[in-house]
């Protein structure tokens, strides 16, 4: 088992990355990384991200760098776990760029739904994070999860009424 990563951690993963990828593209944080990167956690257990595009080299750079960093790395975003909404590329805010690469930060709002759809007290934690931060509002977090829920009946996992009830919950205890 690789080691948890504080904020020197991601960010050196992130410039390695960038280093040797051999094509642009941009890869978006997601999880731990933003609360690390944001200040609200010290480490992650891993960096979890997406790539679109995926930039050449990508897979290979991982690979490599999770041994030499002592990082653990997941593809893993909130859209592998409730429906992507309409336009989280726009929302998703700008880390840094290294080499090719463009860092963001995986939309809050899909990350804070994501988070409200597990209802794990750290994920909860995390949205309560993501809304003291000013990084999602619960008038827009109402509406981006109207946006998504007809969607729900894809991911059988999900049970529509209990996710819509922690997030009018969530918003309705942050008014």
């Given at each position: 088992?690789?080691?948890?990563?504080?904020?020197?951690?991601?960010?050196s993963?992130?410039?390695?990355?960038?280093a040797?990828?051999?094509s642009?593209?941009r890869?978006?944080?997601?999880?731990g990384?933003?609360?690390?990167?944001?200040g609200?956690?010290?480490t992650?257990i891993?960096?979890?991200?997406?790539?679109d595009?995926?930039p050449?080299?990508l897979?290979e750079?991982?690979?490599?760098?999770?041994d030499?960093l002592?990082v653990?790395?997941e593809?893993?975003?909130?859209d592998?776990?409730?429906p992507?909404?309409?336009g989280?590329?726009?929302?998703?805010l700008?880390i840094?760029?290294h080499?090719?690469?463009?860092?963001?930060?995986y939309?809050?709002?899909?990350?804070a739904?994501s988070?409200?759809q597990?209802?794990h007290?750290r994920d909860v934690?995390?949205?309560?994070?993501?809304?003291e931060?000013g990084l999602?509002?619960v008038?827009?977090l109402q509406?981006?999860?109207?946006?998504?829920?007809p969607e729900l009946?894809?991911?059988?996992?999900?049970?529509?009424a209990?996710?819509?009830?922690?997030v009018?919950?969530?918003?309705d205890?942050n008014r």
């Amino acid at each position: 088992m690789r080691s948890e990563s504080d904020k020197r951690r991601v960010e050196s993963f992130m410039a390695a990355l960038g280093a040797r990828v051999r094509s642009s593209g941009r890869i978006y944080l997601a999880g731990g990384a933003t609360a690390v990167l944001h200040g609200w956690r010290d480490t992650t257990i891993d960096i979890d991200l997406k790539a679109d595009p995926e930039p050449a080299g990508l897979f290979e750079g991982i690979a490599l760098l999770k041994d030499e960093l002592d990082v653990n790395v997941e593809l893993a975003s909130p859209d592998d776990f409730i429906p992507a909404i309409p336009g989280w590329p726009e929302r998703s805010l700008f880390i840094a760029r290294h080499g090719l690469i463009d860092f963001f930060h995986y939309d809050p709002y899909g990350q804070a739904l994501s988070k409200l759809q597990r209802r794990h007290d750290r994920d909860v934690l995390d949205a309560h994070f993501l809304l003291e931060r000013g990084l999602i509002r619960v008038d827009r977090l109402q509406e981006m999860f109207a946006l998504i829920e007809p969607e729900l009946i894809r991911y059988p996992a999900i049970d529509p009424a209990s996710f819509r009830a922690a997030v009018m919950e969530f918003c309705d205890e942050n008014r």
